[in-house]
């Protein structure tokens, strides 16, 4: 299961002052079996910030995001062994987060993929292989990832979920 996290979104009221507008754990969550999964906190269409909004996740969880957007999420990683050489399994969760075209299946592990973004990620807990092309490295907790449009997959080394706070900026909008 996924571990809820808190989200507080504030807002303005009529007259200028600030207020809390929600403060709970974030309904945007696409799990799958396996312990893996997409907490999105916030997300932007084209167009800007837009703060009239009263909750920017409001809309399906999948893994890129909105063309010429953003998504801000907390991503989970399944603890070390489970499900992650099962090639069927990994292509149903990237269809189930609307990226099976993202996914490469033939690659060298079955949970290679590239969206067309610029991501930020941090890691926050756990011990995680960062899995490329032609090289790997192992990443600690609050280091950092900064993700262009290349071909690569996770894979948690700890015996935990492995929790990875992420931005994605969508590159796509200008093709």
């Known amino acids: 299961m996924l571990k809820p996290i808190r989200r507080i979104v504030t807002t303005n009221t009529a007259d200028g002052r600030s207020r809390i507008l929600s403060d709970g754990p974030s309904p945007h969550v696409l799990e799958t079996a396996s312990h ?5 906190l916030w997300a932007m269409a084209e167009g800007g910030p837009d703060t009239a909004t009263p909750d920017g996740a409001d809309r399906p ?13 907390i991503f989970q ?25 993202a996914h490469d299946a033939d690659a060298r592990h079955p ?13 926050l807990s756990g011990r995680v ?4 092309d032609e090289e790997e490295t192992i990443l600690e907790p609050f280091d950092v990832v900064i ?10 080394l700890s015996d935990q979920p492995a929790q990875l706070i992420a931005v994605l900026i969508d590159t796509s909008a200008g093709v």
């Open 129 to 132: 292989k960062l899995i490329l």
């Open 147 to 156: 993700q262009r449009e290349t071909n690569h997959a996770w894979q948690n």
């Open 61 to 73: 969880v999948v893994l890129a995001p909105a063309r010429g957007g953003n998504t801000f999420r």
């Open 77 to 101: 990683l399944p603890p070390a062994g489970v499900g992650e050489n099962d090639r069927v399994l990994s292509a149903d969760v990237f269809a189930r987060m609307g990226a099976s075209d």
């Open 36 to 40: 893996r999964g997409l907490i999105d």
């Open 111 to 123: 949970n290679m993929h590239c969206t067309r973004s610029i991501d930020y990620i941090v890691l």
